[in-house]
Nanobody, 114 residues
């Protein structure tokens, strides 16, 4: 399974921005998809995931501000980042869980300017 997060860039604080990830090499309908991020100087932290049935689970630190959604038509998962803050600056990674194995892709850098 191969993954590549995309959509990173320079964004202004207070705005919204959406990242995407389209896995290949798995049955999308049977793949759980989620997101992590790595902030400068900190460990990678889990943000949440979208299960195969479309239900979502979030880490408390982003609950109510970030939204994960599956796009079945495009076999992709999106991470909508709302009300961005400079402290959200970091590299965002998507991951896939398929057949009880986890897969990671390259991250995408989001820089939030104040």
């Amino acid at each position: 399974v191969q993954l590549q997060a995309s959509g990173g860039g320079l964004v202004q604080a207070g705005t919204s921005h959406t990242l995407s990830c389209a896995p290949s090499g798995s049955n999308f309908a049977l793949t759980t998809l989620g997101w992590y991020r790595e902030l400068p100087g900190k460990y990678r932290s889990w943000l949440g995931f979208a299960a195969v049935d479309g239900s979502t689970t979030y880490a408390d630190l982003v609950k109510g501000r970030f939204i994960i959604s599956r796009d079945n038509a495009k076999s992709a998962v999106h991470l909508q980042l709302n009300n961005l803050k400079p402290e959200d600056t970091g590299v965002y990674y998507c991951y896939a869980r398929y057949m009880n194995l986890d897969y990671w892709g390259q991250g995408t850098l989001v820089t939030v300017s104040s």
